[in-house]
C-alpha cells in the first residue's frame, strides 16, 4: 500500500499563485510516475501534470506554461507550482502515484485539497 498526503490548496485570487505538495510513504518502488489531477463540480476528473521518475513531465494543455510540475525522489514528494491562476481551474486537486506491482499497474490517491479561485 501507498499512502499520499497532500497539502497547500486554499483561495487565492485570478491571477495568484499555489503550490500544492504531495508526499507519498509506503511500499514504494522506484519506477513509477506520480502527478496530479482535478475534478471540479459536475465534471469528470481530469488529468493536470504527471512525471515519471525519470522526470520527464507531461502537462493539460489547459494549464501549460503556467502550472510545473516537479518531484523529489529521495523524499518521494511531487510539487505543482500554479501560476497565473484562473477561476477555472478551481477544483479538488488529486494527487496520484501509479506503479507497477506484479503484473498489474496499481493507482493511489490522496485525499485532495480544494483550489478556489475568486475572478
Known amino acids: 500500500q501507498v499512502q499520499l498526503v497532500e497539502s497547500g490548496g486554499g483561495l487565492v485570487q485570478a491571477g495568484g499563485s499555489l503550490r500544492l505538495s504531495c508526499a507519498a510513504s509506503g511500499r514504494i518502488f522506484s519506477i513509477n510516475v506520480m502527478g496530479w489531477y482535478r475534478q471540479a463540480p459536475g465534471k469528470q476528473r481530469e488529468s493536470v501534470a504527471v512525471m515519471a521518475n525519470t522526470g520527464i513531465p507531461t502537462y493539460a494543455d489547459s494549464v501549460k506554461g503556467r502550472f510545473t510540475i516537479s518531484r523529489d525522489n529521495a523524499k518521494n514528494t511531487v510539487y505543482l507550482q500554479m501560476n497565473s491562476l484562473k477561476p477555472e481551474d478551481t477544483a479538488v486537486y488529486y494527487c496520484?502515484?501509479?506503479?507497477?506491482?506484479?503484473?498489474?499497474?496499481?493507482?493511489?490517491w490522496g485525499q485532495g485539497t480544494q483550489v478556489t479561485v475568486s475572478s
Open positions: 496520484n502515484h501509479l506503479q507497477r506491482d506484479g503484473n498489474y499497474d496499481v493507482k493511489y
